[in-house]
């Protein structure tokens, strides 16, 4: 089957935090608007709405997500087809995939994808036990894992597997902050040290608080269009022209090897392939790192360094602002904030700032290739998307 | 404002203390980072006999002790608490019968949290005010609450204080007052229930930081005065952190703080948090001196006073009851088995 090309028109972001005064409804709609406002189009051309959220179910009680979204937004009068999908963490780039198939397949022109968490209605303990369903409940969560220990276990490994330190994965937390403290959406805009993260308090071992994304609230929103429509709507559209989608066993003890996520290497293999290129090609990405370890391994598994020498290339500065290729420009989930649900599209609308050439303070000179890389639960899911300058 | 301010005071802190590092070892928490994460090294714990009727008669007895007033002068007192003996019958005519100022007199018990003590201050300004009464008295005291393993449990501790208000004769004259409220549910304990809930984080930045910044400022700029302008500042202490935060955000220097912060050394006293660092603050004062004192309760609120201490303190025979530093210094340790004991932790049929 033949596919359109696909093109990101407009995109809006709330800021992420710990937004006390803001609704999941409030958090959608405001993402929502400033998308739609951004790509310039009426209500009337949009054909479908596809938005991602993990568990509104269990952090703000409400389900039929998909409706209540077309709702709040203002469409419950052009009754279009309304999708919530659900991918834990990576609920917001399986969003963005539903949506570019249905533009790709020509069943839709213009497509609206969101994606939202409301993480702070509830309490701390709550907020991990809902992350925790993303576990394998009867084999991780009932024995007491939770995402921390799963990421910890990952990471004692990787250390023993390659030498890698907890300077190297501190230093990914430092880097992101420094990212984070020139996005003005993100929750934590501020800079730290190596002894902030190494002396912080302890998670699990070796993962400190500091290596850990927070709790967050937020929305996130793109428009797709058909890309030979694009140029209607705005000079510079951003086509998305891969994107790869994999699976993997959901508890942590099927993986062969648990320093390789072998989601992200199959979603990468497939969103390369469609889009034609290597990792070589890309020039800068957004990669889930819900904790320092995260990063190492994506960086790993999305081939941009060889397995087991993430740690190296940290300490080589490869990954910074103005490195060889810089990773989480935005300041990733872990300064920028992780409301599940919304962190996929977020990973979009930033790479498309950066390709656009309006991401301010953090911009990457002469980005013309960007990468998205949105993980659910402990790698049991995994969505990439490859995006290039019109 | 017309004229009304502190006549006498008087404070009651339980001797009985446990660290903070004994609470976390038997939850096998790191000890050394509970305490400098929160800011309190021990906090005190009442024995199996004293509680808030207690604390309040201890407290009214010392403020009795310390003027010549006649306890059939006070016409009204209130008990402001979370933790009051009975859900139905007032502490406040304990303390009543026990200072002999019954019959002829105003009581009733209050509840706002933290704040339920400086409400009763408020309260009995505009009673002297208005010559209902002559005197008023005043109590903000707690044995709180905290459910074993919850992080309220290093901070919950006991302890109270009370104020004789009247328009004559005052230590410290009570030179304006204003309150700032919301329906904030940051706290709450259910009735029937042992033990509060709070909403973790959601207890910090839009309930107390806010209650309190917002009640200090409105205050200040009502009475036209900065931060500088005050010698001692107290605010309510639910931790060692917030306090010296807050006072932080408003421009208040640690110097100005540190006489009325216990927090670190005797813990959240609730009720009697902000009173007994305003008595303490009481304890040291010179003539001419200004204090700036804003209490937070949760659910939401903030009382702010702005006070200056008069020539009076100077007649006062403060050393007639002890002051807050030599409760704090007379202390005898437990460990975590007599704390659970005196708190009523065990079950047994």
């Excluded at chain 1, 998670?203 to 890309?227: E, F, H, R, T």
């Excluded at chain 2, 009247?166 to 549910?185: L, Q, R, V, W, Y």
């Amino acid at each position: 089957m033949k596919l359109r090309e696909v093109a990101v028109i407009g995109f809006g972001v709330t800021k992420f935090g710990e937004l006390w005064d803001k609704s999941f409804r409030q958090l959608i709609a405001e993402a929502g608007a400033k998308a739609i406002f951004d790509a310039g189009i009426s209500g009337k051309e949009i054909n479908a709405l596809y938005v991602g959220s993990m568990s509104a179910g269990r952090f703000i009680g409400q389900e039929h997500v998909g409706a209540l979204v077309a709702d709040c937004a203002g469409f419950s009068q052009m009754h279009i087809p309304a999708v919530r999908v659900e991918s834990a963490c990576a609920s917001g780039g399986l969003a963005i995939r539903q949506g570019f198939m249905s533009v790709a397949s020509g069943m839709s022109d213009i497509v609206v994808v969101g994606g939202v968490e409301k993480m702070t209605d509830v309490v701390g303990n709550e907020a991990t036990n809902t992350l925790a369903t993303a576990s394998d409940q009867e084999w991780e969560a009932f024995f007491g894992a939770t995402f921390p220990g799963l990421y910890a276990m990952i990471a004692t490994r990787h250390m023993h597997e390659y030498g890698t330190t907890r300077e190297q994965l501190a230093q990914v937390a430092v880097k992101n902050h420094a990212n984070g403290a020139l996005n003005p959406n993100a929750q934590f805009q501020r800079e730290i040290t190596l002894e902030n993260v190494l002396n912080a308090t302890m998670v699990s071992y070796p993962l400190s608080i500091l290596d850990c994304s927070p709790v967050s609230d937020g929305a996130a929103a793109v428009i797709l269009c058909a890309a030979d429509k694009a140029k209607k709507y705005t000079d510079k559209p951003v086509k998305i022209i891969g994107s790869g989608q994999a699976s993997d066993s959901l508890a942590l003890h099927g993986r062969k090897d648990i320093c390789t996520l072998e989601a992200t290497v199959h979603a990468a293999k497939m969103a390369y392939k469609q889009a034609g290129i290597q990792p070589k090609d890309i020039d800068l990405a957004e990669v889930h790192d819900c904790f320092t370890i995260a990063e190492i391994l994506a960086i790993e598994d999305l081939g941009f360094v060889k397995k087991g020498e993430g740690g190296k290339a940290i300490d080589k500065k490869i990954t910074t602002l103005n490195g060889e290729i810089p990773i989480n420009t935005s300041g990733g989930l872990k300064a920028k904030g992780h409301p599940v649900g919304a962190t996929g599209v977020a990973q979009i609308a930033e790479i498309v700032a950066q390709l656009q050439g309006e991401a301010g303070k953090r911009q990457v000179k002469d980005a013309k290739i960007g990468l998205t890389h949105n993980i659910g639960g402990s790698g049991a899911s995994c969505l990439i998307h490859i995006l290039e300058a019109m | 404002m017309n004229k009304v301010g502190i006549v006498s005071y008087g404070a009651n802190i339980p001797r009985y203390r446990i660290k903070s590092a004994d609470i976390a070892i038997a939850w096998r928490k790191d000890p050394d980072s509970i305490a400098s994460g929160l800011n309190i090294m021990e906090k005190s714990v009442p024995s199996l006999d004293q509680d808030v009727a207690t604390i309040s008669v201890e407290s009214a007895r010392a403020a009795l002790a310390r003027c010549d007033i006649d306890p059939q002068e006070i016409g009204a007192i209130y008990v402001g608490s979370e933790s009051h003996p009975y859900a139905v019958k007032p502490t406040g005519t304990i303390v009543a019968e026990a200072i002999g100022a019954t019959p002829n007199l105003m009581v009733a018990d209050y509840e706002f949290a933290c704040k339920a003590g400086t409400a009763a201050i408020q309260t009995c300004m505009g009673l002297v005010l208005s010559k209902m009464i002559k005197y008023g008295l005043a109590i903000g005291a707690d044995t709180s609450q905290a459910a074993p393993g919850d992080a309220l449990e290093y901070a919950a501790s006991a302890g109270g204080a009370g104020f004789i208000i009247g328009e004559k004769n005052f230590i410290a004259s009570i030179n304006d007052t204003c309150s700032f409220t919301t329906d904030t549910p940051d706290f709450w304990r259910r009735e029937g229930r042992k033990y509060p809930s709070h909403g973790g984080r959601f207890t910090g930045e839009p309930a107390y930081f806010k209650h309190i910044t917002n009640c200090a400022k409105n205050l200040m700029t009502r009475i036209k005065t900065k931060p500088d302008d005050y010698d001692y500042a107290i605010f309510h202490q639910p931790n060692g952190k917030f306090p010296i935060a807050v006072a932080k955000m408003l421009g208040f220097s640690y110097e100005q703080i540190k006489q009325g912060l216990l927090c670190p050394v005797i813990g959240n006293t609730y009720s009697g948090a902000s009173m007994l660092g305003l008595a303490s603050v009481l304890d040291v004062a010179k003539p001419g001196e200004r204090i700036f004192v804003t209490s937070y309760g949760s659910g939401a609120g903030s009382d702010s006073f702005d006070l200056t201490v008069t020539d009076q303190i100077e007649e006062m025979s403060r050393e007639k009851a002890p002051s807050v530093a030599k409760m704090i210094e007379n202390k005898e340790y437990i460990d975590y088995a007599t704390y659970a004991k005196f708190r009523d932790l065990l079950y047994w049929e």
